[in-house]
């Protein structure tokens, strides 16, 4: 067994009293008992629904080497048979260990953030750094106030590149992440309308995604979107932060990172660039414009940590996406294959637009349509109706014609939508359902975009349920 903390180092880390023999240390850290590994530490972390501590038993039949429990929580747990380390509040022991995990990294740090794109782009980066090294990534996107400890503290000592997604929805969140992960080179992808319900608007995004250049390592890089109407307010945050390098990337001219030239395809992108003056060319295994922006943005943070831009421009060729964020399968109709492209993990109205370009390029078979089927925009506040309303502009005038809308507020958008495009409404997933699963014919494209909340993922189950998956191809969006 690899050993990640010995447990005299994880003892040590979280100023923690053991309790019983320690085993000589663990495999993994794990805060759920049903996906924890033998081995694994098991953190009891509280959170807002659920506290760690009920599952301490769950944990220890899971095979748990260790549990990490409060002092407060200690009389209530009884006679547990596996080894303890005592703490006065988990959360902060995992905090102090994902602390102790950074100090003793040699890797070379990137962090992204953004309201849009940052697990696109963090998976990227893991995936063509692995060609040159080894690669520490965090999970799905644990991006917030335990996710960011976690992924820490799971960083083996050994890894060569580490990359972080780090998220907010509110002022002063990102701040204590950031210096925390103290990155050699941070990413902002986009600032957009995501989370605006917490925000006045767009440049106050763009002053909680600043918080990251605060944690930037001495002679630390910025790399910020030069096409975004917000680059000039992040570079003054940036340098107001002692960021002395700040590059940016995009087809401005002035960008460090510039794209050059791009074709544009239905299941890839083709595209030459300048990056810090070297001329390069790449195909990205991915289509989409918005990918390449997110790849350009990668090329330039692999060129600052020293990577072989030659592998990772190979490497490019054959990313591959997660569930929910652009995955695609080939359904089997009877009378013929259906394409469907899942992009139901998330949704803003910068990804709405990516999500409808990435429709409108894919090409439909025989008879076929292409049909999106939207869900609600969350956490847009007071700005909801108005910018659900505002997607009729993608839309209208593309090669999209039908369209099966779901939530509350989408609403807004089917009022919005002229008459000839075929409209259906539904109040929520579960009455959407059925009247798509009757809808598609052969040779149909769908795509399917939400926020998480809504739970339009359903939709994908229900599709991959009736009509199961003659292939599948994982695309990054």
Partial sequence: MSLLWTSEALVAAMDGRPL???????????????SLQPGDAFFA????????????????????????????????????????IVVEDVLVALE???????????????????????????????????????????????????????????????????????????????????????PHVAIVTIIAAAH???????????????????????EGAAVLNRDDARFKLLDKMAHAAGVEHVYGFGENARSTFKLTKCELHADHSDIAARIGGRDMIARIGAPGRHMVQNV??????????????????????????????????????????????????NANPASMAAAMALLNATPVAGEGRRIAVLGDMLELGEHSAKLHAALADLIVGTGTQTVFLGGPEMRALAQALPEDIKTEYR????????????????????????????????LVDALLGKYPAETTTSKLT
Wanted: aromatic content about 4%; some cysteine.
């Fill in 427 to 458: 109040a929520g997933v579960e009455e959407l359902k059925p009247v798509l699963l009757a809808a598609l014919k052969p040779g149909d494209v769908v795509m399917i975009k939400s926020s998480k909340g809504i739970g339009f993922a359903k």
């Fill in 96 to 182: 102090k260990l994902g602390v102790a995990a950074r100090a003793r990294s040699r890797a070379k740090i990137i962090a992204v953030t953004g309201s849009a794109g940052k697990t696109t782009t963090k998976e990227a980066l893991r995936h063509v750094l692995s060609a040159v090294g080894k690669v520490h990534a965090s999970a799905q996107s644990f991006n917030n106030h335990w996710g960011v400890p976690l992924t820490l503290a799971r960083m083996p000592d050994d890894c060569d590149y580490a990359v972080f997604e780090i998220g907010m929805n509110h002022p002063d969140e990102i701040r204590p992440l950031v210096k925390m992960v103290r």
């Fill in 196 to 218: 605006l319900g917490f925000f006045r608007n767009l440049d106050e995004i763009a002053k909680a995604k600043a918080e990251i250049f605060e944690g930037l390592e001495p």
């Fill in 296 to 345: 350009l943005a990668v090329l330039g943070a692999a060129q600052l940590v020293g990577a072989d831009l030659d592998k990772v421009a190979i490497a490019l060729a054959d990313l591959s996406a997660e569930r929910g964020r652009g995955k695609r399968h080939v359904l089997r109709h009877p009378q013929g294959p259906i394409t469907l492209i899942d992009e139901s993990y």
């Fill in 45 to 84: 972390i509280k959170g807002e629904a659920m506290d760690g501590h009920d599952f301490a038993t769950a944990a220890i039949k899971a095979g748990a080497g260790v549990l990490v429990v409060a002092e407060g929580k200690l009389p209530s747990l009884g006679r547990l048979t596996a080894p303890i």
């Fill in 20 to 34: 019983g023999p320690m085993p000589e240390g663990i495999s993994g850290i794990s805060i759920d008992s049903r």
